[in-house]
């Protein structure tokens, strides 16, 4: 079903409040993504696996996402479609072919051309007549409303008698449109009723000589109203305002205040600003556990945008958002051993809608593409741990098809995207870009792209099985890294060799894992601690120690559970059930190889086709197999796929 209609109008409020309705009545529940912060119709399928906490482990992420949807009965929605109709449309068909227990709610300006396509017209509040009795005015949505409204900025309100017309000629002007309702309560916390009604008459005596000329009445009263706030503002928060419509995503005051200063807005009073803003509707403040991040509503960012191309504003406006961004991306790396290592993931998870607008902005200039694919670059590990790959690569390949002559950028980008490559099992892809990466770095002298294009190598001959040659490339790669200096590079060289090492030699694997987590643990970088702690463990089990190992992957999924690492929980409960089997639990094993099942199924991976340790895996699952007999096998392991993550959490983590 589609709700549709004019912006403002409440659709995004009808679908959250319908899903919040009827999540009890899907057994898998409801989800609602919103995309008005995306843009780029490719990223579409990743963003919505993303957001279901589908890891996209292989370079299709629609079939991942039809795979983990298929048996789920849950209601998706879909708000804000209009700007990607074509995508949409292809996406919502695509699921529903594969996925026939889905059903999917969808909001947009405009329909999405679909056979089966429901559409239900979202209509305006219902607004009185000025002559009826106050008592009936009052009973009026939009009359409700907006008193509900102004109650809030004017503390104590209560709609009188002598009011109640006031207000109905007012709902009557604004049509009924929640969003203009919002706008004009706004504004009653420093202005008179009555002075509000007469700039409002104003406003809309303009409208009505050109009624007819501008589209449906619907779209005339909603654009008149946001005009009618914006005069209303004064000259620098109008300013604001348009600077403001660039971020996707909301923004947080410092960087308001970064990006947003000069040309009639000094720093200091950035915050000022912003507050009269948020008392105007035009920007709405969240609470986060972090601070306050502020956001537009998309009608509103819309109607700044044009605000901003007519402004004269926008070059110098657009070289400070990509100056910030690429800044922010160099500075909060996640592959950086430091302390704020789980703050930097966060920020740039919480960053991500600004940084594609970054992204865009970048690579629409050819002299500023190197700096665009430096960003995304740079964003490596993030792309990893945030289980984005297929976004990441597809940023990588365009900046690689911009940036064609050698540079710095160009090198850091084809060892990246390799990197990218081989954890999506496109090994030939990823062999291609390092060849040209460690030509180009021969050339160039480059030694930090030829440490991290060996360190690639070597994981390429792990993948091959040729465990003798990854570790020594493993070993000059991390010669490299030590002679640079690159400490964080160092711990990283270390996880790969220890995790791809083990069964070949226990021993030296368990030493190099120990070392990272030691160095985890004296630079304090919390999630590299998750995954050293994790590979101590492994090491632990296959030297005969399962007691150890059953510790260090208990601690290890404490923290990856903190990021929602479902790679990372998905090989911690692997290497538990082995566990579990070596003691002789084999239900279990069992049960816990299907929780495991479940997490690599809605990543579109296996431990056949991703994991380095298909021996262990094949093991176990044939000794609980034979122990428990085929029926009763299954039945554990089935049990264990249906407990879903909140559940199988607390069985797994018993001793």
């Known amino acids: 079903m589609t709700l549709t209609g004019a912006g403002g109008v409440g659709k995004t409020r009808l679908a959250m409040r319908v899903a919040e309705a009827l999540r009890p009545a899907y057994d898998d529940g409801a989800e609602i993504i919103e995309l008005s912060s995306l843009e780029d119709p490719e990223l579409l399928a990743p963003t919505v696996a993303s957001a279901l906490g589908v890891r996209d482990a292989g370079p299709s992420p629609m079939?991942?996402?039809?795979?983990?949807?298929?048996?789920?009965?849950?209601?998706?929605?879909?708000?804000?479609?209009?700007?990607?109709?074509?995508?949409?449309a292809k996406l919502v068909d695509g699921l529903l072919r594969g996925a026939g227990r889905l059903r999917v709610l969808v909001t947009s300006r405009q329909t999405l051309g679909l056979a089966g396509e429901q559409v239900f017209v979202v209509p305006s509040l219902s607004v009185p007549d000025p002559a009826a009795a106050p008592r009936d005015i009052t009973r009026s949505e939009s009359v409700r409303m907006l008193a509900d409204r102004v109650a809030r900025v004017r503390p104590g309100f209560t709609l009188d008698r002598t009011d109640a017309r006031v207000f109905a000629r007012l709902c009557r002007r604004l049509g009924g449109i929640p969003l203009a309702i919002e706008l004009a309560a706004g504004r009653l916390a420093s202005m008179p009723l009555e002075e509000l009604e007469r700039r409002l008459d104003e406003r809309f005596e303009i409208l009505d000589a050109g009624a007819g000329i501008g589209g449906p009445p619907r779209h005339q009263t909603m654009r008149a109203a946001v005009d009618w706030s914006f005069d209303l503002c004064t000259r620098a928060e109008r300013r604001l305002w348009w600077r403001l419509s660039m971020f996707a995503g909301g923004v947080e005051v410092d960087t308001a205040e970064e990006v947003c200063q000069g040309d009639g807005i000094e720093r200091e009073d950035v915050f000022e600003l912003l507050a009269g803003l948020v008392d105007k509707s035009i920007m709405v403040a969240d609470q986060q556990d972090d601070g306050v991040r502020y956001h537009m509503l998309d009608s509103i960012r819309s109607y700044g945008r044009e605000k901003l191309a007519d402004s004269g504003e926008e070059e110098a406006l657009r070289r400070r958002f990509c100056e910030h961004y690429r800044s922010l991306a160099a500075e909060r790396r996640v592959d950086r051993l430091v302390p704020e290592q789980l703050a930097h993931y966060r920020l740039l998870a919480a960053e991500l809608p600004n940084i594609r607008v970054a992204l865009e902005l970048s690579y629409s200039r050819p002299e500023e593409a190197a700096g665009g694919l430096d960003m995304v670059s740079a964003m490596w590990g993030y792309w990893i741990l945030a289980g984005s790959m297929t976004e990441g690569r597809h940023w990588l390949q365009r900046g690689l098809e911009l940036v064609p002559a050698d540079s710095r950028a160009r090198r850091t980008g084809l060892w990246a995207s390799a990197t990218l490559a081989l954890y999506q099992g496109d090994r030939a892809e990823a062999e291609g870009m390092l060849e040209d990466a460690q030509r180009l770095a021969r050339e160039a002298g480059d030694d930090e792209t030829r440490a991290f294009a060996t360190q690639v190598s070597a994981m390429v001959a792990f993948s091959e099985g040729d465990a003798r040659s990854g570790m020594a490339l493993m070993e000059k790669a991390r010669a490299g890294h030590v002679d640079r200096g690159d400490l964080s590079a160092l711990g990283i060289n270390l996880y790969y060799d220890a995790s791809f090492s083990v069964e070949e030699d226990p021993e030296r694997a368990g030493e190099l894992a120990q070392e990272f987590l030691t160095l985890c643990e004296k630079r304090r970088a919390e999630p590299s601690r998750g995954y050293a702690l994790f590979v101590v463990g492994v090491a632990a089990w296959h030297q005969g120690h399962p007691d150890r190992a059953e510790a260090m992957l208990k601690e290890a999924m404490a923290i990856r559970r903190t990021i929602n690492d479902r790679w990372g929980l998905a090989e911690c409960v692997e290497v538990l059930a082995w566990i579990a089997g070596w003691y002789?639990?084999?239900?279990?094993?069992?049960?816990?190889?299907?929780?495991?099942?479940?997490?690599?199924?809605?990543?579109?991976?296996?431990?056949?086709?991703?994991?380095?340790?298909?021996?262990?895996?094949?093991?176990?699952?044939?000794?609980?197999?034979e122990a428990l007999g085929r029926r009763a096998y299954t039945a554990a392991f089935r049990g264990g796929e249906r407990l879903g993550l909140d559940r199988a959490m607390p069985y797994v983590l018993e001793r």
């Open 63 to 88: 079939s991942v996402l039809i795979d983990y949807l298929a048996e789920r009965r849950m209601l998706l929605v879909l708000d804000n479609c209009e700007h990607l109709l074509d995508a949409c």
């Open 584 to 625: 002789g639990r084999y239900e279990r094993a069992a049960r816990m190889l299907g929780v495991a099942n479940a997490l690599w199924q809605a990543m579109g991976a296996s431990p056949a086709t991703y994991w380095p340790h298909i021996r262990d895996h094949e093991n176990c699952v044939a000794r609980a197999r």
